[in-house]
């Protein structure tokens, strides 16, 4: 199992997103602050939010 990631831009903060590839190929989403809770998905439906965030999908989320 691969170490949890989160991204740069969240420094040392506890309020960002962390993720991983399981060994059984799963991916796997925790908030940092309550990381006993696993979301578990497939790699295919991880790449399609990634290119969905990438594309600016969920940019009104944002508060800018």
Known sequence: ?????????SGNSNQ????RAAD??????????????IVRT???KWDAFVKGVQAGEFDHFVDL
């Open 1 to 9: 199992m691969t170490n949890w990631q989160k991204s740069s831009i």
């Open 16 to 19: 960002c997103i962390e993720v």
């Open 24 to 37: 059984d190929g799963m991916i796997e989403i925790r908030e940092s602050d309550t990381a006993e809770i």
């Open 42 to 44: 497939t790699p295919q």
